[in-house]
Nanobody, 121 residues
Framework: QVQLTESGGGLVQAGGSLRLSCTTS????????MGWFRRAPGKDRDFVAA????????NYAESVKGRFAISRDNAKNMLYLQMNSLKPEDTAVYYCARYYDIYYNNDPAYWGQGTQVSVSS
């Protein structure tokens, strides 16, 4: 069974930065696209960013372009989300996700439990 575990969330002031990390179980990482999603209070879960299996392509939601950066280290089975210039509207539970194959052209197959990010004004 695939397990995804996020870390790095917390409380930060507006304008600050956080880096989220996601680790996966076993040999279930390097051959798959990965992504980050978030769910703000009272809202649906939304796409944030995605990266192909080897990191050669990325995609971002318009609301985070230029502020967030997704990256991965296949040797360490780690996915990252560097979040800069954080805004109160970035407050949400952030989820790590693994897609079905090397590209992010469909819905994710597996989800982590989420990590809370809170941005104060």
């Amino acid at each position: 069974q695939v397990q995804l575990t996020e870390s790095g969330g917390g409380l930060v002031q507006a304008g600050g930065s956080l880096r989220l990390s996601c680790t996966t179980s076993g040999r279930t990482f390097s051959g798959y696209a990965m992504g980050w999603f978030r769910r703000a209070p009272g809202k649906d879960r939304d796409f944030v960013a995605a990266i192909t299996w080897n990191g050669d392509m990325t995609n971002y939601a318009e609301s985070v372009k230029g502020r967030f950066a997704i990256s991965r280290d296949n040797a360490k089975n780690m996915l990252y989300l560097q979040m800069n210039s954080l805004k109160p509207e970035d407050t949400a539970v952030y989820y790590c996700a693994r897609y079905y194959d090397i590209y992010y052209n469909n819905d994710p197959a597996y989800w982590g439990q989420g990590t809370q990010v809170s941005v104060s004004s």
